[in-house]
């Protein structure tokens, strides 16, 4: 069963840098993907980043790609999202959501955290 839990939503300034996480509630994630997608008001949900199952291969989207990073501890039971340089767009409620990369990709996860606040102002 995938529980997932979000955390490290802040208030933060443009271009600082925030790390969220995604647990499986205490339980390790497995050889699963995780993604993070992200619901800014007024706007529609958007895929942000993905890790695969093994930690291996990342894909961001392109209005990240080079600012964020997502990474998975050797225990497999954490996937961090760091962001660098964010921008007042960045302000968003950020889930995690995990499944298999297909799935991900595609942003049609069946298993999604219940979000964390990201807030970005000058």
């Known amino acids: 069963q995938v529980q997932l839990v979000e955390s490290g939503g802040s208030l933060v300034h443009p271009g600082d840098s925030l790390r969220l996480s995604c647990t499986n509630s205490?339980?390790?994630?497995?050889?699963?993907?995780v993604g993070w997608f992200r619901r800014a008001p007024g706007k529609e949900r958007e895929f942000v980043s993905a890790?695969?199952?093994?930690?291996?291969?990342?894909y961001y989207s392109d209005s990240v790609k080079g600012r964020f990073t997502n990474s998975k501890d050797s225990d497999q039971n954490t996937v961090y999202h760091e962001m660098t340089n964010l921008k007042l767009d960045g302000a968003a409620l950020y889930y995690c959501?995990?499944?298999?990369?297909?799935?991900?990709?595609?942003?049609?996860?069946?298993?999604w955290g219940q979000g964390t606040q990201v807030t970005v102002s000058s």
């Open positions: 205490g339980r390790t994630l497995g050889n699963i993907a």
């Open positions: 959501a995990a499944d298999t990369t297909w799935a991900v990709m595609k942003g049609t996860p069946k298993n």
């Open positions: 890790i695969s199952g093994s930690g291996g291969t990342t």
